[in-house]
């Protein structure tokens, strides 16, 4: 498993556009091989930003750097509908590979009702 993130420090008082971007666009993921989950994820305020991370888990690197190629990838990322800035500086990029994975399990209740 490969988890791509993108960290953006959105201005302030542009939360709500940055999140209006993100929410209305075509992300194409879904027509992608190896793409299992996406987040949008709203972090800690600070005083002249708000933390946003975006978050896509993949089966493998190399179905997220195929992702990285494509055309669906090319139409996700078209150039914003607007021309305020919403960010501070570039978003910063982080790749991970998974070393462990735990799943969740469900309670003795929840297991119990569902027999």
Do not use: C
Not at 9 to 34: N, P, Q, Y
Not at 102 to 113: I, M
Request: glycine share 8%; hydrophobic share 40%.
């Amino acid at each position: 498993m490969f988890i791509a993130m993108n960290r953006f420090k959105v201005v302030k008082d542009a939360t709500a556009d940055f999140e209006a971007v993100w929410l209305g666009r075509d992300s194409h993921l879904g027509e992608m091989a190896g793409f299992v989950e996406f987040h949008l994820l709203r972090g800690p305020e600070y005083e002249d930003h708000v933390l946003y991370a975006s978050h896509t888990i993949w089966r493998s690197r190399a179905d997220f750097e195929a992702w990285t190629r494509s055309e669906q990838f090319r139409k996700a990322h078209g150039r914003v509908p607007t021309t305020k800035p919403l960010y501070l500086g570039h978003p910063h990029f982080e790749g991970f590979e998974a070393i462990q994975t735990v799943g969740g399990s469900s309670s003795p209740r929840e297991h119990a009702d569902a027999v």
